[in-house]
């Protein structure tokens, strides 16, 4: 299990049975879809399979952490937040939030506690971040927390069957978290 993270009016903690309905509405987002290697079409089962097996085995074994964004302890599910293990206490980093969260600063500050439990009690000391080029939104929200672009991969990702370039960005553990220049122009 993920601990549980406080922040204003801002709680992320674990998924739960009650949250499949939500994560199969919200992975069916066309924009989720069109940036986030899922199962196309995404289904109840797929759901089912993200909150019981996934979420959970990644918990016990220690490879991953996903944290479910909520408003509150007891409120809907609006997105979610996974840290997975990489080697030398590096962890890569994913989210995606539902379309009616969007735009709120919402994941932004889901991040930022995300760093700050993986810096401080975990002892992580790089977070890395990628995408496929021209996720915008994903991009924006990483310069905001205060990730570092590194560069952009030629043909990293296998995506829906076919080749993709991707951005790579990380953020360690004594980086500020302000946004930092070097990012592509459209990322504003």
Do not use: K
């Not at 987002?29 to 990644?58: K, M």
């Not at 996720?135 to 296998?158: H, K, P, Y």
Request: glycine share 10%.
């Amino acid at each position: 299990m993920a601990a549980t993270l406080i922040g204003a009016a801002l709680v992320l903690n674990d998924l739960r049975e009650g949250d499949i309905d939500a994560v199969e509405t919200i992975c069916r987002d066309s924009e989720i879809q069109r940036w986030v290697a899922l199962p196309d079409p995404y289904d109840h089962r797929a759901a089912e399979y993200f909150v019981n097996t996934y979420a959970l085995e990644g918990a016990a074994t220690g490879r991953r952490m996903v944290w479910a964004i909520r408003r509150g302890a007891h409120e809907a599910l609006e997105g979610v937040v996974e840290l997975s293990a990489a080697p030398q206490s590096v962890v890569d980093i994913g989210y995606w939030l539902a379309p009616a969260a969007r735009g709120q600063g919402l994941m932004t500050r889901s991040i930022g506690l995300v760093l700050d439990h993986a810096f401080t009690s975990i002892g992580i000391a790089r977070v890395q971040w990628s995408t496929l080029v021209g996720n915008v939104t994903s991009a924006r929200v990483a310069r905001n927390v205060g990730f570092r672009f590194e560069g952009v991969a030629r043909g990293a990702v296998t995506f829906r069957g076919r080749r993709r370039d991707a951005w790579h960005a990380a953020i360690l553990a004594a980086d500020s978290r302000s946004p930092q220049p070097g990012w592509p122009a459209e990322i504003g």
